[in-house]
């Protein structure tokens, strides 16, 4: 998968922010303290397992606090390096669809994002976790799920995502979304919220999410529409895929 052109503003940063940066853009192989932390993934139990698979099961989506599951040293790092890409204006704009129907349409999102390619150890770990949520999944629902794919998406104050699905149905590409937030002290006031509309009932708002630190999202990809609110503050998250197509498609 691509990632943007990174053009580091390499004057505003201190030197440890600019190793940082320099890591996440895939300029070297960071080694710092983010090796050295526990960073949870073996908090992925199998009694979790079963009750992301219930979730799903029972109503094509839910919301959890996975700070004990992934842990806090994992969610910083992943933190840091979504702000690292934020501040130096290393994410670009994103569109609709793929390929050649991409389009960029500031009336339905307004996000930006970064792909992640798993080459810091923050990512690596998050790669690690993520590919033991895709096998338990397949595990228990018989999902048929080859990969997943993710991003980090920065939203600014008055940004925004209009209501949508994240796969057509019978596409059998995006099968299950996962959401992760990164922003510490969030408050109603600050706005942001992922709205989440019942499967059969697209008007009625079944779920409200506040963005805030280590709480996770996951639902159907083709049946769950979901919004995105206008953001009140700079707003951190990652999002993820599993789908079943087995070759990358040009992004």
Known sequence: MDHPVVTPIRDTLTSDTRRQFDAVAGEV????????????????????????????????????????HLGDGLLSALRDEVRILDVTDAMKKAGI????????????????????????????ELFRCLERIREGLNRRLF???????????????????????DSFAGRASRVVSLVLY????????????????????PDEVCGLIQPEMGRMVLFLSEEIPHEVLPANRARYSLACWFRQDEVPLPL
């Open 143 to 165: 999902l048929g799920l080859k990969r997943f794919e993710s991003h980090y998406a920065t939203y600014q104050s008055g940004d925004f995502y209009r209501k949508h699905v």
């Open 182 to 201: 990164f922003n510490e002290d969030w408050r109603p006031s600050d706005g942001g919220e992922l709205q989440v509309f019942n499967r059969d009932s």
């Open 29 to 68: 192989d960071m080694v710092s303290d983010v090796t050295t932390v526990d960073m949870g993934h073996e908090g992925i139990s199998e009694e979790w397992l079963d009750e992301l698979a219930g979730g799903l099961t029972d109503s094509g989506w839910m919301s959890l606090d996975v700070r004990n």
């Open 97 to 124: 669809g793929r390929g050649a129907d991409l389009t960029r349409d500031r009336s339905v999102r307004r996000d930006r994002i970064a792909w992640l390619q798993g080459i810091t150890p923050a990512q690596r």
